[in-house]
Each structure stands twice: as C-alpha cells, then as structure tokens.
C-alpha cells in the first residue's frame, strides 16, 4: 500500500515563496510521472506542473518561470518550488503519481496555499 503524504502549504503575502513536498510511503516505486494539480473554489481542479521520469517537465502556463518541479528519486519525493505568488495561485494543491507499467495513479490528501494581495 502506498500513501502520499504532503506538506509545506500556508498562508504567504503576494510575491513570496513556498516549497511543497510530497513523499510516497509503503512499497518503493519509481513512478512514472510525479506531478502537482490545484483546484481553486468554484474551479476545475488543473495541472500546474509534472516530472517524468525520463527528466521531462511540463508546467501550466500560468507558472511559467515562477514555479518549479524537482523530484528525488530515491526518497520517492517531488518537491514544488514556488516563487513569486500570486493571489490566483490560491488553492488546495494534490500531489499525483503514476504506477510504472499501469494507467494507474495515486492523489495525495492536498494541502491548501492562500496568497494574500
């Protein structure tokens, strides 16, 4: 059984940072891909960056030179460095992996980040 346990969410001023973590527990995998979503009220929840294995990323436009997607490997962490925040990147933010060799993938609990103006 694997869980995802995330952390590093709260509450920041516009313009600040924040880094996020989240960190697979149970049986060791290297996943195919470790990625970050967010849902804003009222909103879909939608991609905001993902880490392949193959050393790929891609990131919403939105977060384009202010965030950034790392993962380790051997700690079965991905980490989310955010900079430069803004009031829309308020959200609960979901931590995603896939298995290797399936479609499957796991959502982490989610933790919130608010951005005050």
């Known amino acids: 059984q694997v869980q995802l346990v995330e952390s590093g969410g709260g509450l920041v001023q516009a313009g600040g940072s924040l880094t996020l973590s989240c960190t697979a527990s149970g049986r060791m995998f290297v996943f195919n891909v470790m990625g970050w979503y967010r849902q804003a009220p009222g909103k879909q929840r939608e991609l905001v960056a993902a880490?392949?294995?193959?050393?790929?990323?891609n990131y919403a436009d939105s977060v384009k030179g202010r965030f950034t997607i790392s993962r380790d490997n051997a700690k079965n962490t991905v980490y989310l460095q955010m900079n430069s925040l803004k009031p829309e990147d308020t959200g609960v933010y979901y931590c995603?992996?896939?298995?290797?060799?399936?479609?499957?993938?796991?959502w982490g609990q989610g933790t919130q980040v608010t951005v005050s103006s």
């Open positions: 880490h392949s294995t193959g050393g790929r990323t």
């Open positions: 995603n992996v896939g298995f290797p060799g399936t479609k499957n993938d796991l």
